[in-house]
């Protein structure tokens, strides 16, 4: 299993369980949340998505963040969930809020 935060090596791979993967979503929810400052009405997905790019062979994370009266913001970090960290976080949200 992954801890969260830790950069997977070059061509690691491992099975992470529904519930784990439903721990780090949730998470990266609260994270993003903390980041943002959002208000309560705001709301926030993280999911895992399959990245083509080389650069991301296993996996990447997309946040996605609502907020009533805005247009709906995405951001693409090219890492899956459990490899993503607060850095991470902070530079792909950069700008929002």
């Known amino acids: 299993m992954f801890r969260l935060g830790k950069s997977l090596r070059a061509g690691a791979s491992a099975v992470v369980s529904l519930a784990e993967q439903a721990r780090i979503r949730r998470h990266l929810r609260e994270r993003v949340c903390k980041i943002l400052d959002l208000p309560e009405d705001a709301a926030v997905?993280?999911?895992?998505?399959?990245?083509?790019?080389?650069?991301?062979?296993?996996?990447?994370?997309?946040?996605?963040?609502?907020?009533?009266?805005?247009?709906t913001q995405a951001r693409t970090i090219t890492k899956p969930p459990e490899a993503v960290t607060d850095d991470d976080l902070r530079a792909a949200l950069a700008g929002l809020g």
Do not use: F, H, W, Y
């Open 45 to 71: 997905s993280v999911n895992r998505i399959d990245c083509p790019d080389a650069a991301c062979l296993e996996g990447a994370t997309v946040v996605l963040v609502m907020q009533p009266g805005r247009k």
